[in-house]
Every structure is written in structure tokens, then in C-alpha cells.
């Protein structure tokens, strides 16, 4: 018999097609199918045809069609292959009878083989999988469920397709690779792994001008369509296809014995050549003298098996879950550390902050920048939209073996877009909540962590404090543990206060403990064993001194996921030298963790307490001026950084109140340390405006939010920079603050911009000008002009940008405000330049120049520079343009100006190529890729082709190219 869901759904014994009509039955098939050989709930079936709206009678109409499948399959003579067991129902597959289980376990053997050298034994078996396939998967079948499971068995498809590519182009059939890819390419012209093995093949054939003009469309397609550039795999292939840089075939391998399912399959082998870029290992640091949990640990290590595709149909799922403080974190990032090298694709880690007390928990799209960055995504090849944003993580995970932890969700929601979609890939979640929508939608395997057990426990405290001293006072031990509850964070803290305490016997510790009444955590009373655990909390930080227990009730109040010693020294309106062995005694007694040097971060619940206690004993005013000094410490710090961002910005300046006393200030000094400085605390800003905007601190929110439009801008966070104005926008109208209104509509228009909202773009700027107008500020009216400009030359109406860049330098000359005057001259001349009027671009370069050089703006004046000589080169004068090309040149090199710098070589090699000289054309060309190459910057692209249609010096051609 068969059963086969690669296709339509359907049952056929000794040939013949068991009759299942209703899509219903198919639906329950299919998803019984999906967990073969296992138990499937009758609640999981109800979620799966229904997910979360099941009709009343849907426990019913599952019965009647397990029922009708059973009567279907018992008409057959199959009578014990639909059982039921344990309250749900199982399948019986037998071996090779499942079409899904046959594929698989040929993809896994094909891995093998291609690991064991034998890429025609690969071929052979993958071509077997894929005739498996009748057609769509789980066609005729209907539920909840079916779209998405059947884009998950999609994905095997398609990379089991691109793994026979890889196999067939390692041993040079090219041809064979066109006809497999052709249909395949066809239905997924945005599949860049699948159209860059199409390219080398068809250039493999000799066909190079058909490559090309696949990769032209393919790239237009993606720029169209999700506004992104070819990745880096799909600029590989196009640039070897260039090059005419195609391999010599393997020579043919010695037959060799079907490999089987052999041992661990190794990462999918890729025949692209990339640049190298590092594998990520972004696991936090293991725990040191982890103890216990083997029932668990052994339960995570038979997730391997499903991981390693010997047997998995899916992405391997397992939901840690368990109360605060039990330890999830601890043994999943013990575990991921322990099985590492299982996954030498990678290891990719977040922490989701689902129950942060700063209430701002990480989302979808703020994972998935992490994790593409991490991948080595060049950040303007990151689509706006988190499902594309999605979809392409998936994509990059396609085929490979990589470890994702995510830890701390809230629910199934905030991690459904970072699974990934192809199996090989092994995903572990904690969470304290049970995740059920994980394990009925996602198939997660659940994995709650208990309390530890006792003897757990005296390991625990054997490993923190000593044997000798937990074997002299065994009822203490005792004692602590009860009073522990069993929770690895109480212990912890409790075995760092007997570890500063080397000579007090356990037995006072335990009568301190005893003694202790702990504090209300009443949001986190979830029905564990909290009393005790609060009186732990309460017994250490009464054990601190009166300085110490200060600085830790006020970190309750920071609202970000980490801070820096400047932060919390303002925090606690003390010098920075004082603040520091503040933070080494929280340190020492487990109440704060120094994650990286000079950057702390709290457990949840410790944050919990903390905020607690200062509630209950620092007054209102108190923690209202402690709240202002750290708001003043980030305003004041990030504007000193955003000033060295760019100084010559377009941007009516933001003027902070004097900072209150005994706030520390951090000055970054330069641009790259200002850059640095923004990245480690981006996280935290955000979240300090959000609480600056909820306290009523409506000048924090506002400035603070305008002075990290720069950077949030030029890091492509536009998400973030749309939250982050929406509450300055708030805060300002609640101060009826226009100046406030005017920053946070305009940063409101620079991410509408960027993210292709022009409608919404257009509607903030007018909302600007409208407020600028109303407080009588030509500058600010000025700059707005400029802004609408730019969306305008976007859209390709230069001439209505020209009227805006008119208007613009019109209120810059009548405000005498120089620096307007020179950047607007320099948006006139780029676009006369684009409308062909380059006699007047000549004219708008020389004054912007003359006006640049009076600010002492060299940037602005190199800029100048770069247009004179685009303006001279299409007036055919290529002696002047390469003259004004060589001064910009040499200027953004004495600034580091590194992408200016390709930019103006990419014109000098245009005027060479003006001039007869291509040998100089290639060179400049070859200059400016290989600084294009270094940024990830999608203009390599098109010098690449340019450098390919120069006369040949000597091109060779390696290895045969069939014809």
C-alpha cells in the first residue's frame, strides 16, 4: 500500500485509489499523515481544520471522519492501521509506504553521499525523491492547517531541487541542470538559490547572453517587486557567468555502495563560491558549573535525530516552559553549547523579552533584522515588509543546519515568523507560558522544566559554595533548599551570598532566610512556590549596604534591556567611580549580571523586585527625579552623538534643557565611536522614549526621539523610527510643543520615504511646513522644501523638485543661513545635471563650492567637485571633468568618505572611457567595485557589467564549456 500527500491527498492499496471524496477527510488524513507513527490529539485535529474559530460540533465531525477514514481503510482489509491510543489517534505506516517519509530519507542519504564525495549517487537519489512528487502538496485536502504545511513541504521540494543542481554542476551536466531547473525557475522567479544555479548552468552550456538576461530580469523582478537587490549568492553566480568563470567537472568518482542512512549528514555542500563570511554564534556565555536536568537534557538531544533529517519531515521544534526563575534560559543555552558543533552552519540566538517589566518585548521584525545581519545580509538588501522579511530568512536557512534559540516569547505569535521553513534547521523556544498554539499548529515538542528535585539542588549548592562546606551542616542545606523552593535563581542568589561569606556557617544563613518576610510580587504570583522565592529576594538585598540596596531598588526604574556604568551613575545621581563597586557588590551577590564589559542586565523577575521595592520605600518625588536624570543622561549623550553623525544636516537643531545635577554626560568623540556607541544602545533608547513619553516627560520623548532620526535613518530602521515619532508626535501635542510636532512629523516623512509611503510622506512634510510657518522659522520651511524635493527627484518629477530646491534656497538666502545656501546649490546642479541642463549645473557646482568652502564643509565641497565634473563630462570636456573628479577623489579620502569615494571613481571611469583610454576605465572601475564589494552595496552590480563590456586584455576561461 502507499500513502501519498506529496500531491493530492490519497490511499491506494495493490494499485488501486481508496475513495475519500469529502476535502474534510483528506484534511484529517493529511495531518495524521504529517505526525506518522504517532499520537495526534483530537484537539490537535480540531486546531488543525479549524484553528481558532472550531464550530460547536467539531469534536463530532472529527469522530465522523476518523470514522469514515477507519471504514475506507477496513473495505481494503486494513484493519489496524488507524488506531486509537492514548486518547488520540495514530497511523501505522510501514516502511517506504509513506511518499513523504520515502523523500525525505532520500534527500538525507543524498546529503551523505555528497559529503562522502559520490555526487552521481546524490543525483540518483534525489531524482528518485523528487518523482515522488504528483503536484502541489496536500492538494484536495481542506483546513486551517494545509496552506501552511503545504508551503513547508514546498520548501523540501525546492531545496531538494537546488541540492541536485549543486550535485549535477559538480560533475558538469550542465544541460541536465536546464531542463530539471527550467519549469522550476519558471514558478519561482524570485527563488535567487534556484535562478543562481540556472545561470552557471546555462552559461555552462555557452549560453552566457541567455544568463545575463535572465539575471537582468531576475534582478528587476526583485527590485520591482520587493524592493531589494540580489543577494549575495545570485551576484556570485552572476558575476562568475561575467568572468566566463565556470569550473572543470570532478572527475567521475569510483562506484560506490548506496550509503544508507549512514552517519550525521553534513551541511548541503554549495558549488557558489561567496565571499567568507564568519558563521554566526551568537549563543550567550554557558553556565558555569551547570548541574541537574539530564531527564531534560536527554529529552533535547533525541531532537537531534528529527534535526539531522534522518527521519524529520519538518523543522525540529522543542517549547521549553516552566515558571520565572527555573532555569529555561540556563539549560537551553547549556544545551545549544553542549550540540553546537551538531549545527556548524551556525548558531543564531535572541532574547524576545516576552515579560519584560519595561513592558517592550522584542518583535518579529526587530528578531529578523538581527538574525539577516547576522547572516550577512547587506542591510539595503533587507526588504521593508516582515513577511518578505520572513520568507528571506527562510530562504537563507533553506538547506542548512543552524540552531535557533529564542528565548523569552510571550506566545506562538511573536515567534511564528522566525521558524524556519525547510528541515535541517533545529529551533528551541522558552517561554513561561505553555505555548500550545507552538505545539498544535507548529508540532513543537513540549518540554516543561520543574522545580529542581533535592538531590538537584545540593549539586547546585555543592558547585557554587564547596563540598566541604555543604557536608559539615546537612540540615542547613537542608533548610536553604526548602526554603529555596526548589528555584535555580533563589539558590543562586543564595550561593553567592555564602560565597562572599566564606566563614559564616550555613546554619546563620538559613536562620537569616528563616527570619525573612518577603516583599508583594503580586504581578508575578502565578501560582509557584513565590512566597519563598520572594523571601529570598528579600533576605539578599537585605543583606546589602544601604549604597548598594539604593542603586538596586532604582534599577527598577531603567526601562531598557541592558545599561552602561554612565547610565546608571546617573541613575543614582553618583560619579561614575563611585557607581562601580556599587554594580561589582549587585554583581557578586547574583541581584545583576555584567553580560559585556561595562554593560549589565537583570533577570526579569529580579527587575520585578527591584521596581517593587522602590515603589514601596522611594517617595514619588524621588523616582521622579531619578527617572528625569537618566532621560537626561541619555538625551544629553545621544545628542553629543548624533551632532558627530553629521554636522552639516538639514535639521533645525534640537537645544536640551541644562541637564539636572549629578548627571554623567558620555561624549563619544568621533564618528565611528558615536556609531558604536548608538548600536549598543539602540534597544535602550527606544524603550526611554516610550517611558520618557508614558511618564509625562513629553521634552525627554519628543528630543530624544529627534535626535536618533540620524541614525535610525542610516541604518535602515524605519520601523523603529515610525514608533519612536509617533510617541514624540503624542508627546509634543500634549505640550502643544509646534517646534516638537515639526521634528516628529519629519522623521515620521523620512521613514515614509525610504519604506515607499510618498503619500504619507508628502502629508508630514506639508503638516511641517504648516508649523514652521505657524512659528514664523524660514530655515525650518527651508529644510522641508528640500525633503519634499527628494521624495519628488524619487518619483522621477525633477522638474517640480527643481521648483521645492528653489524655494528652499530662496529662505536660505534671505536668512543668510550659508550652509542651506551650499547644500541647496548642490541639489540644483544634480538635478539641472538629470534634466540636461549642465550649464547650469556648471554654474550651481561652482557657487555651492565657493559657499562650501567658506563653512569649511570639505564633504559638502567634494560633493561640489563630483558634480562640476558630471556636468563638464557631458559637456564632452573630459580634461576639466577629470580634474574636478581627482579634487573630489582626493577629498572624501582624507575624510574616509568610503562610499563617496566609489562613487567618484565610477565617474573618473566614465571620462576615461570618453577618452579612448579603457586600460584607465578598467582600473578606476576595479577601484570602485572593490569599495562597493567591501560596503554590500548593490552599484558593484552595475560596474560589473561595465567592466565586462570593456575590450578584453586577457581573459581566460577556465575549464570546458559544452556547447
Known amino acids: 500500500m502507499r500513502w501519498r500527500i506529496l500531491g493530492p491527498v490519497e490511499v491506494t492499496v495493490d494499485g488501486k485509489v481508496l475513495d475519500f471524496r469529502r476535502p474534510q477527510q483528506r484534511a484529517v488524513l493529511a495531518r495524521l499523515l504529517l505526525d506518522a507513527d504517532r499520537v495526534v490529539s483530537p484537539a490537535q485535529l480540531t486546531e488543525a481544520l479549524w484553528a481558532d474559530e472550531p464550530p460547536r460540533s467539531s469534536r463530532t465531525q472529527v469522530q465522523v471522519c476518523v470514522s469514515q477514514i477507519r471504514a475506507a481503510l477496513r473495505g481494503a482489509g486494513l484493519t489496524d492501521v488507524l488506531l486509537t491510543q492514548a486518547g488520540g489517534y495514530r497511523i501505522v505506516v510501514g516502511p517506504d509506504e509513506l511518499d513523504l517519509a520515502v523523500f525525505t530519507s532520500a534527500v538525507a542519504r543524498a546529503r551523505t553521499a555528497v559529503a562522502a564525495g559520490q555526487p552521481a549517487t546524490a543525483v540518483e537519489l534525489l531524482r528518485t525523491g523528487l518523482a515522488l512528487w504528483r503536484g502541489p502538496a496536500l492538494a484536495g485536502a481542506a483546513g486551517a492547517f494545509v496552506e501552511s504545511a503545504a508551503a513547508r513541504l514546498d520548501e523540501q521540494r525546492l531545496s531538494a531541487y537546488e541540492q541536485l543542481a549543486t550535485a549535477e554542476l559538480t560533475l558538469g551536466r550542465h544541460a541536465d541542470v536546464i531542463e530539471v531547473l527550467r519549469p522550476v525557475v519558471d514558478a519561482h522567479p524570485l527563488r535567487e538559490s534556484l535562478i543562481s544555479r540556472y545561470l552557471l548552468a546555462l552559461a555552462g552550456t555557452g549560453q552566457q547572453a541567455r544568463a545575463l538576461q535572465v539575471y537582468a530580469g531576475t534582478r528587476r523582478r526583485l527590485v520591482e517587486e520587493l524592493g531589494v537587490e540580489p543577494a549575495t549568492e545570485l551576484a556570485a553566480a552572476h558575476l562568475r557567468v561575467l568572468r566566463h568563470d565556470m569550473p572543470d567537472p570532478d572527475p567521475a568518482p569510483d562506484p560506490a555502495p548506496d550509503p544508507g542512512p549512514g552517519p550525521e549528514p553534513g551541511p548541503s555542500p554549495d558549488a557558489l563560491p561567496s565571499p567568507a563570511a564568519p558563521v554566526p554564534a551568537q549563543l550567550p556565555t554557558d553556565v558555569p558549573g551547570f548541574t541537574g536536568r539530564q531527564a531534560e537534557l536527554r529529552a533535547l538531544d533525541a531532537l537531534l535525530d528529527g534535526a539531522d533529517g534522518a527521519g524529520g519531515r519538518a523543522v525540529v521544534i522543542s517549547a521549553i516552559g516552566g515558571t520565572a526563575g527555573v532555569g529555561k534560559t540556563a539549560l537551553a543555552v547549556h544545551w545549544a553549547h553542549r550540540t553546537a558543533h551538531r549545527f556548524p552552519d551556525g548558531q543564531l540566538y535572541v532574547n524576545l523579552r516576552g515579560f519584560d517589566p519595561g513592558g517592550r518585548a522584542v518583535g518579529p521584525a526587530e528578531a529578523l533584522l538581527g538574525?539577516?545581519?547576522?547572516?550577512?545580509?547587506?542591510?539595503?538588501?533587507?526588504?521593508?515588509?516582515?513577511?518578505?522579511?520572513?520568507?528571506?530568512?527562510?530562504?537563507?536557512?533553506?538547506?542548512?543546519?543552524?540552531?535557533?534559540?529564542?528565548?523569552?516569547?510571550?506566545?506562538?505569535?511573536?515567534?511564528?515568523?522566525?521558524?524556519?521553513?525547510?528541515?535541517?534547521?533545529?529551533?528551541?523556544?522558552?517561554?513561561?507560558?505553555?505555548?500550545?498554539?507552538?505545539?498544535?499548529?507548529?508540532?513543537a515538542r513540549p518540554l516543561t522544566l520543574d522545580l529542581l528535585s533535592a538531590t538537584e539542588s545540593r549539586e547546585l549548592l555543592r558547585q557554587r559554595i564547596g563540598w566541604d562546606r555543604t557536608t559539615t551542616d546537612l540540615a542547613a542545606v537542608e533548610e536553604i533548599i526548602r526554603r529555596c523552593a526548589g528555584l535555580p535563581l533563589a539558590l543562586a542568589?543564595?550561593?553567592?551570598?555564602?560565597?562572599?561569606?566564606p566563614h559564616l556557617p550555613l546554619a546563620a544563613l538559613a536562620t537569616e532566610l528563616r527570619d525573612v518576610r518577603g516583599g508583594d510580587l503580586t504581578a508575578f504570583d502565578t501560582g509557584d512556590p513565590a512566597t519563598d522565592v520572594r523571601a529570598v529576594l528579600s533576605w539578599s538585598y537585605r543583606a546589602l549596604e544601604p549604597d548598594a540596596a539604593r542603586l538596586f531598588r532604582l534599577l527598577g526604574l531603567h526601562p531598557g534591556p541592558d545599561a552602561g556604568q554612565p547610565a546608571l551613575a546617573s541613575l543614582a545621581g553618583i560619579p561614575p567611580a563611585r557607581v562601580r563597586p556599587l554594580l561589582a557588590r549587585l554583581t557578586e551577590a547574583h541581584l545583576l549580571?555584567?553580560?559585556?564589559?561595562?554593560?549589565?542586565?537583570?533577570?526579569?523577575?529580579?527587575?520585578?523586585?527591584?521596581?517593587?521595592?522602590?515603589?514601596?520605600?522611594?517617595?514619588?518625588?524621588?523616582?521622579?527625579v531619578a527617572s528625569h536624570?537618566?532621560?537626561?543622561?541619555?538625551?544629553?549623550?545621544?545628542?553629543?552623538?548624533?551632532r558627530l553623525l553629521d554636522p552639516y544636516r538639514l535639521a533645525v537643531s534640537v537645544v536640551p534643557a541644562d541637564p539636572q545635577p549629578d548627571v554623567?554626560?558620555?561624549?563619544?568623540?568621533?564618528?565611528?565611536?558615536?556609531?558604536?556607541?548608538?548600536?549598543?544602545?539602540?534597544?535602550?533608547?527606544?524603550?526611554?522614549?516610550?517611558?520618557?513619553?508614558?511618564?509625562?516627560?513629553?521634552?525627554?520623548?519628543?528630543q530624544l526621539a529627534a535626535v536618533l532620526t540620524t541614525y535610525l535613518d542610516r541604518r535602515g530602521h524605519w520601523h523603529d523610527l515610525i514608533a519612536v515619532q509617533r510617541t514624540a508626535l503624542d508627546a509634543a501635542r500634549r505640550g502643544a510643543d509646534r517646534l516638537g510636532q515639526a521634528h516628529a512629523h519629519r522623521g515620521l516623512a523620512i521613514a515614509c520615504t525610504w519604506l515607499g509611503r510618498n503619500t504619507d510622506?508628502?502629508?508630514?512634510?506639508?503638516?511641517?511646513?504648516?508649523?514652521?510657518?505657524?512659528?514664523?522659522?524660514?530655515v525650518g520651511q527651508a529644510h522641508t522644501h528640500v525633503g519634499?524635493?527628494?521624495?519628488?527627484?524619487?518619483?522621477?518629477?525633477?522638474?517640480?523638485?527643481?521648483?521645492?530646491?528653489?524655494?528652499?534656497?530662496?529662505?536660505?538666502?534671505?536668512?543668510?543661513?550659508?550652509?542651506?545656501q551650499a547644500k541647496a546649490l548642490n541639489n540644483l546642479s544634480w538635478l539641472h545635471a538629470r534634466l540636461d541642463h549642465h550649464e547650469l549645473a556648471l554654474n550651481c557646482s561652482r557657487r555651492a563650492l565657493t559657499l562650501h568652502e567658506e563653512n569649511e564643509d570639505r564633504h559638502g565641497a567634494a560633493l561640489a567637485w563630483d558634480n562640476l565634473g558630471y556636468a563638464h563630462h557631458r559637456l564632452g570636456r573630459p580634461d576639466e571633468a577629470l580634474c574636478c573628479y581627482r579634487r573630489a577623489l582626493d577629498l572624501h579620502r582624507a575624510l574616509g568618505d568610503r562610499y563617496d569615494e566609489a562613487e567618484v571613481l565610477a565617474n573618473l571611469g566614465e571620462t576615461y572611457q570618453l577618452t579612448g583610454d579603457p586600460e584607465a576605465a578598467r582600473s578606476a572601475?576595479?577601484?570602485?567595485?572593490?569599495?562597493?564589494?567591501?560596503?554590500?552595496h548593490p552599484d558593484a552590480d552595475g560596474l560589473r557589467i561595465k567592466l565586462a563590456a570593456l575590450p578584453r586584455r586577457s581573459w581566460r576561461i577556465r575549464g570546458a564549456i559544452s556547447g
Open 371 to 443: 538574525f539577516l545581519e547576522a547572516l550577512q545580509v547587506p542591510r539595503h538588501h533587507v526588504p521593508t515588509e516582515l513577511s518578505r522579511q520572513a520568507a528571506l530568512y527562510r530562504t537563507l536557512l533553506a538547506g542548512r543546519r543552524v540552531l535557533v534559540l529564542l528565548d523569552n516569547a510571550r506566545d506562538a505569535e511573536q515567534v511564528r515568523d522566525l521558524l524556519p521553513g525547510a528541515p535541517g534547521c533545529l529551533v528551541v523556544v522558552t517561554s513561561r507560558n505553555r505555548l500550545t498554539g507552538l505545539v498544535i499548529a507548529e508540532g
Open 493 to 501: 542568589v543564595v550561593a553567592a551570598r555564602a560565597s562572599t561569606r
Open 593 to 624: 549580571t555584567e553580560h559585556a564589559p561595562g554593560r549589565y542586565v537583570q533577570h526579569d523577575l529580579l527587575a520585578s523586585y527591584a521596581a517593587e521595592l522602590c515603589h514601596t520605600i522611594d517617595s514619588a518625588a524621588e523616582r521622579a
Open 629 to 642: 536624570r537618566l532621560f537626561d543622561h541619555y538625551l544629553h549623550t545621544t545628542h553629543a552623538a548624533d
Open 664 to 702: 554623567t554626560s558620555d561624549d563619544p568623540g568621533d564618528h565611528p565611536a558615536a556609531m558604536a556607541w548608538f548600536t549598543a544602545e539602540q534597544g535602550t533608547l527606544l524603550a526611554v522614549v516610550e517611558r520618557a513619553g508614558r511618564a509625562g516627560s513629553d521634552d525627554h520623548a519628543w
Open 761 to 778: 510622506a508628502h502629508v508630514h512634510y506639508q503638516r511641517v511646513l504648516d508649523l514652521y510657518r505657524e512659528l514664523a522659522d524660514p
Open 788 to 820: 519634499v524635493s527628494w521624495i519628488l527627484a524619487r518619483e522621477g518629477r525633477h522638474e517640480e523638485a527643481l521648483d521645492q530646491t528653489g524655494q528652499a534656497l530662496s529662505l536660505y538666502r534671505a536668512t543668510g543661513y550659508l550652509v542651506g
Open 925 to 936: 572601475w576595479q577601484d570602485a567595485l572593490a569599495i562597493f564589494d567591501e560596503l554590500d
